[in-house]
């Protein structure tokens, strides 16, 4: 096929030098500091996937007191929930779960079936809304602030990601602390750094949420074509990062 490649996507060589990403690394943590010596209680929503690994190493190894916790959204891939035991096991870290309620997901069961979210953009909202939006507001019940691992990269949706941008959603605070690195910089400071990285990663998946809703990628598609790829690029969120 001409002007296209069915090769999938691959793990980028490590490309940027160890100067360099013990500049960012340094600068991270200067931005990490900052945010922990301004707010009282900051938590982190991780996913276990290559950004936020970059973000755990800078949590732990600095000895921040940033919470750690992950939504099991009860459709996970077994590799994501081998994934946040081993990385509590490399780091001697707790990594919080959190569920969504019974009782909500067989609501949405019951109204649009398990696998819902395939037949319309509402069930998808739906479906989300339940297994992450609930269970983040959840988690995120008395912070003062909390932290993602979304940079402008990953997706036309997020081109203008900010250091820091106000949750009116929740009525917080959250930071991007990585919202300026290159793919390369989160590539390379993972292998630099030796930081535990996902098994999906070198299976074609730059970017992983839930099993059903994510797939590999080909070598030249957006990094996020593989989540809901069924959809159009600019619906590509989930309803955890809405403005
Ligand atoms: S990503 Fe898919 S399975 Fe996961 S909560 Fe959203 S619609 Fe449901």
């Known amino acids: 096929m001409t002007g296209t490649t069915r090769e999938l996507w691959r793990v980028p060589e490590a490309s940027v030098d160890a100067s360099c990403i013990g500049e960012r690394a340094a600068e991270l943590v200067e931005r990490l500091?900052?945010?922990?010596?301004?707010?009282r209680d900051v938590r982190f929503a991780s996913s276990m996937a290559a950004e936020d690994m970059v973000v755990i190493d800078a949590i732990v190894t600095a000895r921040l007191g940033i919470t750690i916790f992950t939504l099991d959204t009860g459709r996970l891939h077994d590799e994501t929930?081998?994934?946040t035991a081993r990385t509590e096991a490399h780091y001697g870290v707790d990594i919080h779960r959190v569920r969504p309620q019974s009782q909500d997901v067989a609501s949405f069961v019951d109204q649009y079936g398990v696998n819902g979210f395939y037949d319309s953009e509402l069930a998808k909202k739906a479906c989300c809304h339940v297994r992450k939006v609930v269970p983040l507001n959840q988690a995120l019940h008395g912070a003062d602030a909390w932290l993602t691992g979304q940079r402008r990269q990953q997706a036309v949706t997020r081109t203008e990601l900010d250091l820091r941008e106000h949750d009116s959603e929740r009525g917080m605070t959250k930071f991007n602390p990585i919202h300026d690195w290159t793919d390369a910089q989160v590539w390379a400071y993972l292998q630099h750094r030796q930081v535990p990285i996902h098994p999906l990663h070198?299976?074609?998946?730059p970017s992983i949420?839930?099993?059903p809703c994510t797939r590999a990628i080909r070598a030249d598609e957006e990094i996020r074509a593989g989540r809901w790829w069924w959809l159009q690029q600019e619906n590509k969120e989930c309803g955890l990062h809405i403005k």
């Open 33 to 39: 500091q900052a945010i922990v010596a301004e707010f």
């Open 81 to 83: 929930v081998q994934m």
């Open 202 to 205: 070198d299976r074609g998946y």
């Open 209 to 211: 949420g839930c099993e």
